[in-house]
């Protein structure tokens, strides 16, 4: 566990460094957030595929498979919601996993209310009880106190995030809250938590792909205790196997990302290139001003060349004349220019994702 440890923080940092550009990183976003949701809901027998999810997000329709659509559509959804809220500096609340089930399960923001009878998990094949959950007059009190130890970690910074994360995410599935969409909320939690405390990644991963492309090790993983009853044993049983596996994918998926990160930092460096080539090097020294305070004044771009303000007069003069620069105010006495709109987006385009 250790070892898979140094590496998530080892790639967190590797990428965090990395520049990429506002369209590639959207598009990565994108394409995670799709993957996301893809893979969360294939864990709960959702038969859309990764294209049909893109496409059911977008509003199209699969006649006979109604309960794909909405079952996508609501986690897309939600993921958006946890995208929000992580950018938020306020504590994780009930109120907050409430309203990830409303939007998970049942398409709505209104916070949904905890299970008010018992619940147990079956084997679908041969009917015999996998899981038997506390009573719903514990659920509650198990769920403040979670919340509470969560919030608690964040702020002390005492454990290792994703350590946070993991034990979250087991809790969430032992506790059992609701009746269905234990998983999907689960889930959307350690999002969150990974989210605010710095592990994001700018949302450019997805570990759900870990837990779906081997179904039987995620729930193997979940299933610690020697009973299938919480007060038997389950509640105080053993996680570490269970961290073990999620820190294990955790680590793999983000050095997934990191692969994916340096092709696209790559990428974006060739697409700026034949832009810069085209810059004198007077204009690539004030490229730099420009990208630090957006516009600058004859003065200030003579005292960053060099050159004399009577000198810069004319230079500017030609660089308008070839849509480098443009006037930013003409009314004003003292005459300032920002950069034309080509080389605008090209400082745009290179500012690190941090």
Known sequence: MSKDLMEIEAVRQSVLDLPIDVEMLRSLRQTAKLLTTHFSTQIEGNRLSPAEVARAVKGARFPGRERDEREVRNYYIALQEVEQLSEINQPITE????????????????????????????????????????????????????????NGCLQANELPSPIVAGLAHYQIATIHPYFDGNGRTARLLTTLILHKSGYGLKGIYSL??????????????????????????RAEADVTSFLSYFCHGMAAAFSAVRNQALGAASRGAKDRSSILRRLDPRQRRVLELFKDQ????????????????????????????????????????????????????????IKFFR
């Open 95 to 150: 109120q907050t996993v409430m309203k990830i089930h409303g939007l998970s399960f049942h398409g709505k923001a209104t916070p949904t209310p905890y299970r008010d009878g018992q619940n147990v998990i079956r084997d679908g094949s041969t009917g015999g009880i996998v899981y038997m959950p506390p009573e719903a007059s514990d659920v509650p009190g198990l769920m403040s106190d979670l919340i509470a130890w969560i």
């Open 208 to 233: 759900e792909e870990h837990y779906a492309r081997n179904l039987s090790a995620y729930y193997e993983a979940l299933a610690v205790g020697g009973s299938h009853n919480y007060y038997m044993g």
């Open 294 to 349: 957006g516009t600058a004044t004859t003065v200030e771009i003579a005292n960053r060349l060099g050159l004399s303000p009577r000198t810069v007069v004319a230079l500017c003069r030609e660089w308008v004349k070839g849509e480098f620069l443009e006037m930013h105010d003409p009314s004003r006495k003292n005459r300032a220019y920002r950069l034309g709109k080509n080389y605008e987006e090209v400082i745009e385009r």
